[in-house]
């Protein structure tokens, strides 16, 4: 299974963005996002377990950002709003056939080429 993510781009502080990361396959349930700034290590974002009921998000951007599943595209879409400068980075999207613990990038076998977020202040 392949993921193709999309969507990233430069915005002011306070902007909006919209992130997609399609499949080309189904077997996955949990679907999350990573991000990694520069000079910086990858952490973990958010998730969403199929069909989307539950949804997990780091603290930093609960209430800014929601993830959300359209499983008749096999799409999972990450919206940001009110971005900050600090959210910089190269986004990436994985996928997992039962993760346990969300946030660890181990419990992930696919992962889409990164999409670049720039916040500007």
């Known amino acids: 299974v392949q993921l193709q993510a999309s969507g990233g781009g430069a915005v002011q502080t306070g902007g909006s963005l919209r992130l997609s990361c399609t499949a080309s396959?189904?077997?996955?349930?949990?679907r999350g996002w990573f991000r990694q700034a520069p000079g910086k290590g990858r952490e973990w974002v958010a998730a969403?377990?199929?069909?989307?009921?539950?949804?997990y998000y780091r603290d930093s951007v609960k209430g800014r950002f929601t993830i959300s599943w359209d499983d008749a595209t096999n799409t999972v879409y990450l919206q940001m709003n009110s971005l900050k400068p600090e959210d910089t980075a190269v986004y990436y999207c994985a996928a997992s056939s039962g993760a346990i613990v969300v946030a660890l990038p181990n419990e992930y076998t696919n992962w889409g080429q990164g999409t670049l977020v720039t916040v500007s202040s």
């Open positions: 969403i377990r199929w069909p989307g009921t539950n949804t």
């Open positions: 396959g189904r077997g996955h349930n949990v």
